[in-house]
Structures are given as structure tokens and as C-alpha cells.
């Protein structure tokens, strides 16, 4: 049986060397180091020149560690060497001329910048690693992380029950939908933000890592349009910026809270944190919009009716309509502060997959 030489391909990084050799289904293999840094190569196998015994010799530029990890598949024989020092070669072989039957592996390779970017980033997470090692572990993540999940759960399930309600009235009844929104949505509406009050107490409890002010923003004015506008004036319930105040809301919301029921969990899935971080640009000022729509219609029931009007003296009233101009203001003030901290969130989100990514 004639002895022949099988292709060699290889690559490195500042303190290992890979080899891979083409020779498939390796039988009786024979690898050994002489001096740290002669490696001999011997084995049966399927190479270029069919079944043959294949063997080489490669003397290397500086001296290695005498372990040698090697794995043999169908395919080839993988071989990884660590270098004695950490440092980068000019060439693998100690002569200069190249082997024959030497070649790069282009699936490993990489320059020496390259190189140096990658063991940074290596040695970043290893000491990212060292340090949450050393951080005491709250022993009562996993009972704060099952809350989280389950009141994200059931305000998805809450807010999904009125987007697929008002979707599928509007489609069977066209316009009349608009009309009777409240009568038949209010209640769930009520319970879940009711719920998001809860939003407001996780993060001055450590919980969550969002903001205080953001989260009271949100909650605050919602609650607002809900009991004070449409659930005090029944002349507002019938009125159609109701289905669309509804319709803007539960159609952010079914997403923002699966991705939050997610991140309890450590999972990701790439479509809904796009619509988590691109729908609400659109979707949050129509929302607020649509809020302005139901204060501004309210106004003049308010000095109608004069209900919630202070007494002031000399026989003076001050109409509830006057507190509700400067909430107008207020809100579109909301707008840009919570506008800000979402972007910002998106913004901070892109960086770190970019920084995952290189």
C-alpha cells in the first residue's frame, strides 16, 4: 500500500493552532509531538488518492503544549494545538518555504486584528462571567420572575379578548361598531388598567429596571380618559373616538406585553421585539391623538353638566373643563417624555445586538 501525503489545512489564534485534515472515515490513527514542536501525522483513511495509508510531518515555528486534542468524524480529522505562548506567528512552519500539501483553512481564518477583536471579546465575557459570579444571587428571582410573567400573561390575554372582540364587531357590523364600543368592552378595559397600576409599584419595588415617572405617565393619563371622560359622562360612551381610543390601545399592547412575558423567561423571538420597538412610533401618538380627540369633545358636557366644577367664593365656579385645557397640555407633554424613554430604549436594544452581533 503506497504512503501518501493528505491535504492540510490550518489557521490560528493568539494561543491555539487548528489543523483540519481532509482524510474521511481515519482508521488507526497515529498523532504524537517530538520536542513540543514536531507534529507527526499517521493513519488509513479516504484522502485525495483514495483508501491509502496518509501521513505528514510539520515542524513548527515556536514550541507547543505536548496535549493534543483531536476528533475524527466521516469527513476529516480536526486537530487543535495550544501554543506555549499566547502570541501571534508569522507562519506556521519553522522553514519558510511552505509545505506542498499545506494550505489556510478559510472557515477559521482570520488576520491578526481580527484575531486580537475576537480574544478581547472572549476575555470580556469571561470576566463579565467572573463578575455575576462573584454578585450574590437574589434568591428570590425566580418567585419576581414568575410574578412578572403571570401579570404580563393576563394583561396580554386581557388586552387580546378586546382587540379580537372590537376587530371582529367591526368587521360583522361596520360603523354601528363605533357606537356601542364601551357597552361592550368597558369592563375588560376597566380590569386591565385597573392592572397597570401594578406598573407603576413594580419599579419603586426594585422589579422592573423601567422608570417611575414614565410608567405613572401612562397609567395616569389612560385611567384619566377611562373614568374620568368615558366612564363618568354616559353622553361620551356612544361617541365612535371610543372604539378608536380602545382600538389604538389593545393593538400596542398585544405586543409590548408578550415581549415582556418573554424576557421573564430568557427568550427572544425576532419579529415581535421588531413590532415591540417599531409599532408604538406610529401607534403611541394616534393613541395620544385619539385621547386629545375624547378630552376636547368632553369640554363642553363638562361646563354643561358642571360636573366635578369647584366652588370658588363669591358665588364662582370653577368648570372642570379649565382642569382638563391644561391636561391637554400636559398630555402632548407626557407624549414627548414617554416618547423619549421608548426611543431611547430602542435605541439602547439596536446597540446591544449590534454589539452581540461583531
Known amino acids: 500500500m503506497q504512503i501518501l501525503t493528505p491535504h ?5 489564534r493568539h494561543g491555539e493552532i487548528y489543523l483540519r485534515v481532509e482524510l474521511s472515515d481515519a482508521k488507526n490513527l497515529d498523532i504524537n509531538l517530538q520536542n513540543n514542536n514536531i507534529l507527526q501525522f499517521r493513519a488509513l483513511g479516504h484522502g485525495a488518492k483514495g483508501e491509502n495509508e496518509y501521513e505528514f510531518s510539520l515542524e513548527f515555528l515556536e514550541l507547543v503544549k505536548p496535549d493534543i486534542n483531536h476528533k475524527s468524524t466521516q469527513r476529516q480529522v480536526d486537530i487543535k494545538i495550544k501554543k506555549q505562548e499566547e502570541r501571534w506567528w508569522d507562519r506556521l512552519t519553522l522553514q519558510e518555504k ?25 476575555q470580556e465575557k469571561i470576566k463579565k462571567i467572573s463578575v455575576e459570579s462573584r454578585v ?3 434568591p428570590y428571582l ?3 420572575k414568575g410574578y412578572l410573567f403571570m401579570y404580563n400573561l393576563v394583561q396580554f390575554l386581557g388586552f387580546s379578548w378586546i382587540f379580537v372582540n372590537m376587530t371582529v364587531r367591526l368587521f360583522i357590523l361596520g360603523q354601528d361598531s363605533f357606537y356601542d364600543t364601551f357597552h361592550t368592552a368597558a369592563d375588560m378595559m376597566y ?10 409599584i413594580n419599579p419603586l419595588l426594585g422589579l422592573v429596571k423601567t422608570g417611575f415617572f414614565p410608567a405613572m405617565i401612562q397609567v395616569a393619563g389612560r385611567n384619566s380618559i377611562l373614568f374620568v371622560i368615558f366612564g363618568s359622562l354616559e353622553q361620551m360612551q356612544n361617541k365612535p373616538v371610543v372604539f378608536f381610543v380602545f382600538y389604538l390601545w389593545s393593538t400596542i399592547e398585544i405586543f409590548r406585553y408578550p415581549f415582556y412575558m ?10 415581535l421585539t421588531w413590532l415591540r420597538y417599531n409599532l408604538w412610533i406610529p401607534l403611541y401618538p394616534l393613541g395620544v391623538i385619539a385621547e386629545a380627540v375624547a378630552v376636547i369633545q368632553s369640554l363642553p358636557i363638562f361646563d354643561e353638566t358642571q360636573l366635578f366644577s369647584f366652588p370658588l367664593p363669591a358665588g364662582y365656579t370653577l368648570s372642570f373643563s379649565y382642569i382638563l ?3 391637554l397640555v400636559l398630555m402632548f407633554l407626557g407624549l414627548f417624555i414617554n416618547f423619549r424613554h421608548l426611543y431611547t430604549q430602542r435605541k439602547r436594544r439596536y446597540r446591544s445586538r449590534k454589539r452581540k452581533v461583531h
Not at 98 to 118: G, I, T, V, Y
Open 8 to 12: 492540510v489545512y490550518w489557521a490560528q
Open 98 to 122: 511552505k509545505p506542498r500539501f499545506l494550505a489556510p483553512d478559510f472557515d477559521r481564518w482570520l488576520d491578526e486584528s481580527d484575531a486580537e477583536m475576537e480574544l478581547q471579546a472572549r
Open 136 to 138: 450574590r444571587k437574589d
Open 142 to 144: 425566580g418567585l419576581k
Open 191 to 200: 380590569f386591565c388598567q385597573m392592572m397597570a397600576l401594578l406598573e407603576v
Open 262 to 271: 418573554l424576557a421573564c423567561i430568557g427568550t427572544e423571538w425576532k419579529l
Open 325 to 327: 385645557q391644561l391636561y
